[in-house]
Nanobody, 125 residues
C-alpha cells in the first residue's frame, strides 16, 4: 500500500514536499516513482528512485527544481518541489515496482505495479 500526501495550493515560485509512505512491502529492492496527471493530459513520469543504489530519473521539465529521495528506515519517499510553476499543477501519484539490483531505474508507467492514491498540487500564477 502506498499513501501519498503533501499536496496543496501554492503560488508560483513556491515549494512543496510530497511524501509517499510504503506499507506491506517485504521486498528489499524496489523503485518508487512519482507521476502526475494534469487535467486533460496523460499521466507522465516526474521522478523515480531505485532503492538499490539511489539512482534517479527526472523528467526534463523538472530537472533542477525537483529532488527525489527515500528513507528506507521510514519506508518513505519524498519529492521536494521548488520553484513551482503553474504547469506543475496536477494530481501527483506515487508508485512502486520491484527491481533487480542490476537494473537501471525504471521510469515508464507500465513498469510500475503498485499505485497509491493521488495528491493534488495546484500552483497559482
Amino acid at each position: 500500500q502506498l499513501q501519498a500526501s503533501g499536496g496543496g495550493l501554492v503560488q508560483a515560485g513556491g515549494s512543496l514536499r510530497l511524501s509517499c509512505v510504503v506499507s506491506g512491502v517485504t521486498f528489499d529492492d524496489y523503485a518508487i516513482g512519482w507521476f502526475r496527471q494534469a487535467p486533460g493530459k496523460e499521466r507522465e513520469a516526474v521522478s523515480c528512485i531505485a532503492t538499490t543504489d539511489d539512482s534517479t530519473y527526472y523528467a526534463d521539465s523538472v530537472k533542477g527544481r525537483f529532488t527525489i529521495s527515500s528513507d528506507i528506515a521510514k519506508n518513505t519517499a519524498y519529492l521536494q518541489m521548488n520553484n513551482l510553476k503553474p504547469e506543475d499543477t496536477a494530481v501527483y501519484y506515487c508508485a512502486l515496482t520491484i527491481i533487480s539490483s542490476s537494473w537501471s531505474v525504471p521510469y515508464r508507467l507500465y513498469q510500475y505495479v503498485y499505485w497509491g492514491q493521488g495528491t493534488l498540487v495546484t500552483v497559482s500564477s
